[in-house]
């Protein structure tokens, strides 16, 4: 008798064990977009029915690769973090083509995006894998350049009504094909509406990494904050941190809060407190959520928190705050310290994607439609080598591939065996990665202010 295949029907299997697996990958390169991209692929995967789902975790290695402090920190996202394994560009594609995944999410930076687009499009499998990518959180910069490398892939999510508009025009507006654009929602929208509670008064600072850049506006942004908590030593004032020194987020920290702090005259008061951990989970105590522009606020209007937009330093597109034009939100410290509240315009939540449930229905009967597909596309990004050869050739080779999106010469290197070779590599990898770092944070900015002397 041959052997049973390994999908084969028995009447004592159940219909679990017999269907096969869905396999899925996704591909992050820093601790923000893995959480998203991690979270969307379970969301796009929830309506699988009896059929399991095999989750697959990459981190693409570069300056931003998340640490497992930092996994551990983004919380539940139905992958386990412990199996989570780092790889390059080419690492990535001999993944895909040698275990064959069903769905590659793409939770990257748009040039990397547009490698590993082209990157899959060259390995000719006979049967790819459905490939979804899209942004973290707000759009407010780079909106042509980022979705001009994003386009090829089967499905661009877009986390509103309003951003799925703009993505649509943009493809359009240089005759692009513009079916890949999917209106879904931020995938970690969620947690408990807003209940305030008696004897608890929590004010939370959401801090950005990059936003604002200069140790003037970021020295001036925690001096107010420290300031309100004097202003108000009943209320608990907290200032969210999105990494410790030394760790590295989707954007580089080089003047992180923690240092400003600790050289600020006169000190921090009893109520006031830096912490780290889950924003949601921060956000469960949360009775006023104070940014710049950070993507908490999304999270925080769709639990329906009292949220303000900081305007103490204008309204300005570098600063990402001009987004909440409309809003309702944007005021001021000064405000805030009179007991403010701002009130959101429902027509602009609405419009945004954050006042409904954040349904992925459509993206998910999308990526339904495409795996069901007798055969798939080939993957078609707008850039080629004749629409931008002087952009192009650049970004592939960032990632060591070629203009027609092979791996170059002396890209692909054998992986050393054994655990020894296999903890130097790992060591001296890390000690590099260590060395930049230091080198991003506390040695480019003294040369830069050297420079201005």
């Known amino acids: 008798m041959p052997p049973r295949s390994r999908n084969s029907a028995d009447p004592a299997d159940n219909a679990t064990a017999a269907a096969p697996a869905l396999r899925v990958a996704v591909l992050a390169d820093s601790d923000t977009r893995w959480k998203w991209g991690a979270l969307t692929a379970h969301r796009l995967t929830a309506g699988a029915g009896e059929r399991p789902v095999e989750t697959t975790g990459l981190l693409l290695r570069g300056r931003a690769t998340p640490t497992p402090r930092q996994l551990a920190e983004v919380g539940e996202v139905g992958v386990d973090t412990s199996r989570v394994r780092e790889v390059t560009a080419v690492e990535f594609l001999h993944a895909v083509r040698d275990e064959g995944y069903d769905v590659v ?12 687009l082209h990157g899959l499009a060259a390995l000719g499998l006979p049967r790819r894998p459905v490939v979804v990518t899209g942004y973290v959180g707000v759009v407010y910069e780079k909106l042509a ?3 001009l490398l994003r386009h090829g892939a089967d499905v661009v999510l877009a986390n509103s009504r309003h951003d799925a508009e703009r993505f649509r025009a943009v493809y359009e507006g240089v005759g692009a094909d513009a079916s890949s654009v999917t209106e879904a929602a931020l995938p970690f929208l969620g947690g408990e509406p807003h209940r305030p509670e008696e004897g608890r008064d929590t004010v939370v600072f959401a801090a950005q990494p990059s936003v604002p850049a200069t ?11 420290v300031e ?5 030593p009943g209320r608990e004032v907290l200032l969210k941190l999105r990494s ?14 923690q240092r400003l702090a600790e050289r600020l005259p006169g000190g921090l008061p009893p109520n006031f407190r830096l912490v780290y951990g889950h924003m949601g989970e921060v956000l469960d105590r949360t009775d006023l959520l104070v940014t710049v522009s950070s993507t908490a606020a999304l999270e925080s209007l769709h639990r329906r928190i009292p949220t303000a937009i900081l305007s103490d330093l204008g309204v300005r597109e570098v600063l990402g705050n001009h987004h909440f034009v ?12 009179g007991g403010l509240r701002p009130q959101p315009d429902e027509e602009w939540v609405a419009g945004q994607g954050v006042a409904a449930d954040g349904t992925y229905d459509s993206a998910r009967a999308r990526v339904g439609e495409l795996l069901a597909a007798e055969e798939l596309p080939p993957l078609t990004p707008y850039y080629t080598p004749a629409t931008a050869p002087g952009y192009l050739p650049g970004i592939l080779a960032r990632h060591h591939l070629g203009p027609d999106g092979t791996p170059l010469p002396g890209a692909v290197t054998p992986k050393e065996t054994g655990r020894v070779r296999g903890a130097v590599r790992e060591t001296v990898r890390n000690a590099a990665r260590g060395a930049y770092r230091h080198g991003v944070q506390r040695v480019a900015p003294v040369i830069r202010r050297m420079g201005e002397l």
């Open 215 to 225: 140790r003037a506006e970021r020295t001036y942004l925690l001096r107010r904050l």
């Open 145 to 147: 350049d980022g979705l």
């Open 326 to 337: 409309g809003s309702g939100l944007i005021t001021s410290w000064d405000h805030l310290d």
């Open 105 to 116: 999410v793409l939770a990257l930076v748009g040039g990397a995006v547009q490698a590993m």
């Open 244 to 257: 410790k020194p030394g760790e590295h987020t989707t954007h580089i920290e080089e003047l992180p809060y």
């Open 228 to 232: 309100h908590a004097r202003l108000h």
